[in-house]
Every structure is written in C-alpha cells, then in structure tokens.
C-alpha cells in the first residue's frame, strides 16, 4: 500500500554533511506528513524533523540549525539534509509517512548514519 524506500546514508567525520532521501510510492500514498526519525540500539525510535503539507516544519532540539527536512512533490520524494554533523547523530535513520485518513504510520528500512569523532 505505502512503500518508502530510504538512501544516502553512511559514515562521516564529525563536521561533515549527508543528505538523505525517501522516496514514496503505493496506491494509497500521500506525501503530506513526512518525517525523519532516528534509532540507537536500546533506544527508542525519535522524531528528528518533520514536513506536513503546508510545507511546515518541527526539528528535535538538537538538530535546529544544522539539519534541514524538504520535500519534492512531484517526485514523492523527501530529504534530510544533515550539516555539522556531530557523533550524537550516529544512528539508524527511518523514512515516516502518517497517513491522516486512516492513523497509520509508515516506515522505511532504514539507514545507518555513522558519525566518527
């Protein structure tokens, strides 16, 4: 039904940039609330940004200024672009579709972020 298909991931110095892409696609899929959320082992998965369709944005506390969520339309796609990036970022990245109409959340497979000191 919603399929969200994550890439752009991989491993980095701190003080460098990744960007992240999700692309959507199903029969049922909409873009318009779209996020990025992240997972360390024994941690529970958290909201890092998040676009709905009124192109509003929210950003966890301790990405604000450093990361930024877009999104292209025409291409289901959104992005995660990750600047000054720091060993705390380290994680697994997933792709978030909500669909509004029914309450259900979507995942991707996610993406490892590796940041070394």
């Known amino acids: 039904q919603v399929q969200l298909v994550e890439s752009g991931g991989g491993s980095v110095q701190a003080g460098g940039s990744l960007r992240l892409s999700c692309v959507g696609s199903g029969s049922i899929f909409r873009i318009n609330v779209m996020g990025w959320y992240r997972q360390v082992p024994g941690g529970q998965r958290e909201l890092v940004a998040r676009?709905?369709?009124?192109?509003?944005?929210n950003y966890a506390d301790s990405v604000k200024g450093r990361f930024t969520i877009s999104r292209d339309s025409a291409k289901n796609t959104v992005y995660l672009q990750m600047n000054s990036l720091k060993p705390e970022d380290t994680g697994v990245y997933y792709c978030?579709?909500?669909?509004?109409?029914?309450?259900?959340?979507?995942w991707g497979q996610g993406t490892q972020v590796t940041v070394s000191s």
């Open positions: 978030n579709n909500y669909d509004e109409r029914t309450l259900t959340n979507y």
């Open positions: 676009i709905i369709n009124s192109g509003r944005t």
